[in-house]
């Protein structure tokens, strides 16, 4: 199929960027939608021009690199995944894609629709973490049973793989979703409990300082979630939140 | 306690818990307009109680026009917090995939209640004020209902009440759910209680639009 | 020849570790603040090191190619990691995860290595679960555990599928808990370009900061390299797009040995490739192997059918599919080592019985265990005769809650429902048991540098049992690293901090910024991805899954032809000091274009089959892998001398003392 690529280019932080038009052609709907963007950047070389960058990786949807807003979305129009795993079949011949980076002042741009997202890394450096020494002595892992819905939902919300989209969909930029998901997995285990108070004082205070709006529960985020994160997660956060304030 | 009130999390609270308290007094001033449609009496009873009552009149009613001005207030902050939040708007944003319209155009709502607030406070509150505290009137306890009757004869008026309702509806079937999960309320009962508060936000509003019209045809 | 040490402590096998960890020198706490080290890389290996030393007191840098530590490839294993705790009290002991991995490992590692593994492998989920990492649990609360092939006891500790994101999330609270201490300065979106040798010792390394394109100096007493595999080189593999060899390959080439390069693991279960565009594979969790059962079609003409889309799966009758694992290995059926699944599945579909429109898929049926399920859960949910259709609807559901998530993430890339048809699976380039040459230490051939995880040789011989990885990962950045590499830094306590000023440094960076502006001055006609991809298809067709001498000879000259070819041709947009992702890649497949000649060198010497590496001059009559152990006993660690193919091979014989070693058998 043939479709009309609008795409950011900047040239980095500093520059402004605008939307370029670039049209493809005979894309194979069993690509996925960075495979198409390989094509868009081969031709473009060929050409002498300079390739459109964006972040990827591992290319199978966990590691949380890519980023790119797609029509308005984040990773796209298809749900429960990451840009990586967008395939082209989502979009019929003649179309016009808009891709975009993800826009939030915490994530500032770095070029084209690179993002840096090093915000996410100081709400967790901020706490989230169990300060557990690695000595060889810590007790048998099956001496504490836990609940077994409580460590599902500890795994569901371990399952956030950071890459921003909660952020990127928020009409606000929030990273609430985000920051209630690391504040949950631990605070739902009997192992993160004891430093449950200080770790979600000291990730929320870090997540205000980064700049990111304010949560107005309008759920975007988990719509677009890759790994379906539950705005569950945001009220528990709310709650350990106001009880840890309160002690 | 360090920067609760700072933090975002704690406006949210404030937030919520004065959208709730919006919301009971919003319960109870309908029950009360509600009287008018079928006893002037019990209306005027009632209205004589709320508007002469000492503490009604100098607790309850500044702790109302405070959490008024709370609510709003913090609705300008956050809005304005939020749009800084993102200096560079996307070319193209697809927000309806993925979120209502109530959500996401709570300010505007919120600016319509605003401006119906002033055609109110103009209507009924500042008049109410001047009669009772400015040009010291003898009590009467049977002026409400004429009073209250007669603001629907215009119907530009009652269009715009209508109006206002219309869009209170949609602010308060976002708000009204969304103050739960601000305070953290998330369990097995989350599910029933969205159902209460959408059911809230449509009848109370409707309600409201009802005694509205009721007057007008009335008046006609 | 043999200049290789192994520093293997003496005694008795279940002694030998904790003897050494009495016998080896200790830094004191005081010291260690004012010693340096740079781990490169943060996956399991790399993170939990650096998370480790910090803690225990060193100052510690980490870089990391990814915008966060936490995107490190360990983050996709999927099926889980093993650990010798005998939970479900089936007969498991630390000796058994021994023999089985040195089994698995067709009898080409290290034995006191290994039993070191078993050994801390306990304390690895112990460890993991005292950070929060959210294993699945049972009921009673109490961890589950799984099974995984060429074992026979349920060993694998899980999270769902993707116990390799939590694994690493935890070693990164771990990180991130030093980070928030100054312990670690942690270096993202930055790549070491070179190691820089200051009197024999690693000093320190050249790095590009990725954002900027400055090319930086950072001095350490010591380095560590866990920057994984370099399976890579085959251009299509599970490996993420930016896993390469460059941190492996620069230090090879500064004195480190690279041992049994030819190793590398094909993993059974991914899903086949689909057009020339495709970039990278996707690996379906060996798990399935547990439920899915792997046939194809026993007669060419209904094969035929198949990939002409004339036949549905579907419709061939049950005495016209070809169970071939069951077949050939009734005891392990479909549960077989990945290097005999993959193997089986290639020489059917080179017979001609493949399965998609190339001809290169097998099905993985899942049909049977929707039964089996259904008729347990009508069982116990006590319906009266249920139907077929019913049975089979509550099957689905069971296999569903076990592995729903993989059976969507099939859908979403082949647009097919896997509920309905078979899935179709096809063998890729996944793991690579050889790399850098260590010894008990874990320390290379360059004193001063050390290698962790993946990026070293040591555990896994020449095939590594699944669910090992993760194991071997952590058990080397926990408890093994931490320890041996303060006997090295014992000498270290009055050094003072290393000068980044010294000519080493001068020259390491020159050379670096020489060779990225070569690359980018090129002036060629042709991307990095185009050699990329005719070095992947070389390395696919001549040293993949089977290999001959005949191939590899030519494999040698190709490889060595597209390298000339690369550095006259290649076209390299951009500039060296700003961000520029095509130099990256250009500075990668540079290293992965040595690599190839070196690995077809290894392959080609290797006079044997054994494990992952099968030569098809050495088989038995039953096309089964056939072992020299008479001559090929030993690890083949290469001396670079300037040029790939001229490497110097010294050998590491292999003792064994504690195991009887044996044809590997799953019949």
């Known amino acids: 199929m043939n479709l009309t690529l609008k795409i950011w280019r900047q040239k980095n932080a500093t520059t402004k960027g605008k939307l370029q038009t670039y049209p493809i052609s005979d894309v194979s709907p069993d690509m996925s939608f960075l495979e198409m963007l390989d094509v868009l950047n081969e031709e473009l070389i060929e050409k002498g021009e300079e390739p459109v960058v964006f972040d990827h990786d591992c290319r199978e949807g966990i590691c949380g690199t890519c980023s790119l807003q797609i029509n308005g979305e984040p990773h796209g129009p298809d749900r429960a995944i990451t840009t990586c795993q967008l395939h082209m079949r989502m979009f019929k011949d003649g179309d016009t894609i808009t891709i975009e980076p993800f826009r939030a002042a915490a994530f500032p741009v770095i070029k084209d629709l690179m993002v840096n997202r090093d915000s996410f890394e100081r709400i967790q450096q901020a706490g989230g973490y169990v300060s557990v020494n690695t000595s060889g002595n810590t007790q048998d892992a099956n001496s504490i049973p836990v609940q077994k819905n409580n460590a599902d939902d500890a795994f569901d919300a371990a399952t956030c793989i950071g890459c921003g989209a909660c952020v990127a969909a928020c009409k606000n930029a929030s990273a609430m979703l985000f920051t209630a998901a690391k504040v949950s997995q631990f605070a739902l285990l009997p192992q993160g409990k004891v430093e449950a108070t200080r770790r979600v004082l000291a990730m929320v205070e870090q997540m205000d300082k980064e700049g990111f709006g304010n949560c107005t529960n309008t759920g975007a985020c988990e719509i677009e979630c890759p790994k379906g994160i539950s705005l569950d997660n945001i009220a528990r956060m709310n709650r350990e939140y106001l009880s840890a304030s309160m002690k | ?220 | 020849m043999s200049v290789l040490e192994s520093k293997i402590p003496a005694g008795p096998l279940e002694d030998k570790w904790k003897n050494h960890k009495n016998d080896i020198n200790l830094v004191n706490p005081a010291n260690k603040r004012n010693i340096d080290v740079i781990v490169i890389g943060t996956g399991l290996a790399g993170g939990s090191a650096a998370a480790t030393l910090a803690e225990l007191g060193y100052n510690v840098k980490t870089f990391c190619y990814q915008d966060s530590p936490r995107r490190a490839h360990s983050i996709a294993a999927q099926g889980g990691i093993n650990a010798a705790k005998n939970y479900q009290g089936d007969g498991d002991s630390d000796y058994r995860l021994f023999y089985d991995t040195i089994k698995g490992g067709d009898y080409r590692s290290r034995e006191a290595n290994v039993y070191r593994l078993a050994e801390v492998s306990g304390n690895i989920i112990d460890q993991c679960v005292a950070q929060g990492v959210p294993f699945a649990r049972e009921y009673g609360g109490l961890l589950d555990n799984r099974s995984f092939g060429g074992v026979l006891v349920s060993r694998t500790f899980y999270a769902k599928g993707q116990t390799g994101q939590q694994l690493l999330l935890g070693a990164y609270s771990a990180m991130n808990r030093q980070i928030n201490r100054g312990k670690i300065k942690s270096y993202t979106r930055h790549e070491m370009l070179d190691l820089v040798i200051v009197d024999g010792k690693a000093r320190g390394i050249i790095a590009r900061d990725l954002v900027t394109g400055k090319i930086e100096r950072h001095s350490a007493h010591a380095v560590v390299i866990g920057s994984g595999g370099y399976g890579n080189v085959f251009y299509l593999s599970t490996n993420a797009m930016g896993s390469n060899v460059t941190a492996s390959w620069k230090i090879h080439k500064k004195g480190a040995y690279f041992a049994n390069p030819c190793f590398t693991q094909i993993h059974p279960t991914c899903i086949p490739v689909s057009g020339d565009h495709q970039s990278k594979l996707t690996l379906m969790s060996e798990s399935l192997r547990n439920d899915g059962r792997i046939w194809v079609p026993k007669k060419l003409e209904d094969a035929k059918a198949i990939q002409e889309g004339r036949l549905k799966p579907t419709d061939l009758k049950e005495e016209d599919r070809d169970y071939y694992l069951e077949r050939r290995y009734p005891a392990f059926g479909n549960l077989v080592p990945r290097d005999v699944a993959s193997r089986a599945a290639k020489e059917r579909c080179d017979a001609g019985y493949g399965v998609n429109k190339t001809g290169e898929a097998v099905f993985l049926d899942f049909s049977a265990a929707f039964m089996r399920y259904g008729q347990e859960a009508a069982n116990t949910q006590h319906l009266k005769n249920p139907s077929e259709e019913k049975i089979k609807e509550l099957g689905k559901k069971v296999v569903e809650a076990k592995y729903g998530n993989l059976f969507q993430m099939y859908e979403k890339i082949v647009d097919q429902n896997p509920y309905e048809t078979p899935m179709m699976i096809y063998p890729a380039v996944h793991y690579t048991m050889g790399g850098i040459w260590v010894d008990y230490n874990l320390e290379t051939t360059i004193p001063g540098c050390f290698a962790t995880g993946e990026a070293n040789f040591s555990d896994h011989g020449a095939n590594r049992l699944g669910a090992s990885a993760l194991m071997q990962g952590l058990a080397d950045g926990y408890f093994v690293l931490p320890y041996t590499i303060g006997n090295y830094l014992a000498d270290d306590i009055r050094t003072g901090p290393i000068p980044t000023d010294s000519p080493e440094f001068e020259e390491a960076e020159n050379a670096v910024r020489s060779q990225l502006e070569k690359l980018c001055n090129n002036n060629g006609t042709k991307s990095v991805d185009h050699f990329h991809k005719r070095l992947g298809k070389i390395m696919w067709n001549k040293a993949g899954m089977s290999r001959n001498a005949e191939d590899l000879k030519s494999a040698v000259e190709e490889i060595k032809a597209l390298r000339e070819e690369f550095w006259r041709d290649v076209k390299v947009p951009g500039e060296v000091n700003e961000l520029n992702t095509e130099l990256e890649k250009a500075a990668r497949v540079a290293d992965f274009l040595e690599l190839g000649e070196l690995f077809a060198v290894d392959a080609l010497h290797r006079n044997e089959s054994c494990g992952g590496h099968f030569r098809e001059e050495y088989q038995t009559e039953e096309g089964e892998a056939l072992r020299d152990d008479e001559n090929f006993m030993y690890v083949a660690a290469w001396e670079y001398t300037g040029k790939p193919s001229e490497a110097i091979l010294h050998k590491e014989d292999l003792n064994y003392e504690f195991i009887e070693v044996k044809t590997r058998s799953y019949k």
């Open chain 2, 1 to 220: 306690m360090g920067g609760i009130f700072n933090s975002s999390i704690a406006r949210k609270v404030a937030m919520a818990l004065s959208g709730l308290f919006l919301v009971i007094f919003l319960l109870l001033h309908f029950i009360i307009n509600f009287t008018s449609v079928f006893s002037a009496d019990v209306f005027n009873e009632y209205s004589h109680f709320m508007g002469t009552n000492v503490l009604i009149q100098f607790l309850l009613q500044p702790i109302l026009i405070l959490g008024v001005i709370l609510h709003f207030v913090l609705g300008f902050v956050l809005e304005y917090r939020n749009r800084s939040a993102r200096p560079i708007n996307y070319v193209r944003f697809n927000g309806s995939a993925n979120s209502s319209w109530m959500s996401r155009n709570m300010i505007y709502s919120g600016l319509v209640i605003l401006a119906f607030l002033g055609l109110h406070f103009y209507d009924f509150w500042i008049p109410e004020v001047v009669h009772k505290y400015i040009e010291s009137h003898p009590d009467d306890p049977f002026r409400y209902y004429h009073e209250t009757v007669a603001k629907f004869e215009s119907p530009v008026r009652t269009g715009l009440y209508v109006l206002s309702f219309v869009l209170l509806s949609l602010h308060l079937y976002h708000g009204f759910s969304s103050s739960f999960q601000s305070m953290g309320w998330a369990n097995k009962y989350a599910k029933g209680l969205r159902g209460f508060t959408v059911a809230y936000a449509i009848l109370i509003p409707l309600g409201f639009i009802f005694i509205a019209l009721y007057h007008y045809f009335n008046n006609v």
